[in-house]
């Protein structure tokens, strides 16, 4: 199975802030790297697909980039409903799988 | 509006079996695979089941392999999951979610069915 490397696993950050979570994948995932977002007792959201698409209806503060087996997640300004955990996704293969998830909170 | 809504949770002892059901609209269900997907009590998100969208592949995770069945119904817009020989270990909350074919993310979720084994 592919694994996937989430960093950090928690931050502490201010409204307005700059966040960047990092995801490396154990194998090439030929950029299908998804990003969700899952605030606290919901379900989980898609953010953005093939590592840099942002889903329908995403906000444009919320951006994905990879360099081939590292990925990238930033939030440019934090915002108070911004707050969640994040994952991120390989589809490249089956089992599809998850990193740990990065847990964002108010600092 | 795409929604998914999951029924049939609960409380069951180990060993017991239990039928998930989700209910689809707002789009051409037929036309899409499905994914089932869980999450453990303060833990991650853990695949564990795909149908295409004509039911001619059906994957699964090796957790749950053998014990848990993925069916559909494209008549009546409904995904199911059969839930056998169950364990502690499979108390989670489970999510069926809608599969976008050309990125193979999960584009939509539903609310979430808990499942609770417990003696």
């Known amino acids: 199975d592919i694994q996937m490397t989430q960093s950090p696993s928690s931050l502490s950050a201010s409204v307005g802030d700059k966040v960047t979570i990092s995801c490396r994948a154990s194998q090439t995932i030929a950029g299908h790297l998804n990003w969700y977002q899952q605030r606290p007792g919901k379900a989980p959201k898609l953010l953005i697909y093939s590592a840099s698409t942002l889903h329908s209806g995403v906000p444009s503060r919320f951006s994905g980039s990879d360099t081939g087996t590292e990925f990238t997640l930033t939030i440019t300004t934090l915002q108070l409903e911004d707050i969640a955990t994040y994952y991120c996704q390989q589809s490249f293969t089956i089992p599809q799988t998850f990193g740990l998830g990065t847990r964002v909170d108010l600092k | 509006e795409v929604q998914l809504a999951e029924s049939g949770g609960g409380l069951v002892q180990p060993g017991g079996s239990l039928r998930l059901s989700c209910a689809a609209s707002?789009?051409?269900?037929?036309?899409?695979?499905m994914n089932w997907v869980r999450q453990a009590p303060e833990k991650g998100l853990e695949w564990i089941s795909y149908?295409?969208?004509?039911?001619?592949?059906?994957l699964y995770a090796d957790s749950v392999k053998g014990r848990f069945t993925v069916s559909r119904d494209n008549a009546r817009n409904e995904l199911y999951l059969e839930m056998n020989s169950l364990r502690d270990e499979d108390t989670a909350v489970y999510y069926c979610a809608r599969e976008d074919a050309e990125s193979g993310s999960t584009d939509y979720w539903g609310q979430g069915s808990l499942v609770t084994v417990s003696s």
């Open positions: 149908i295409s969208s004509a039911s001619t592949t059906r």
């Open positions: 707002g789009f051409p269900f037929s036309s899409y695979s």
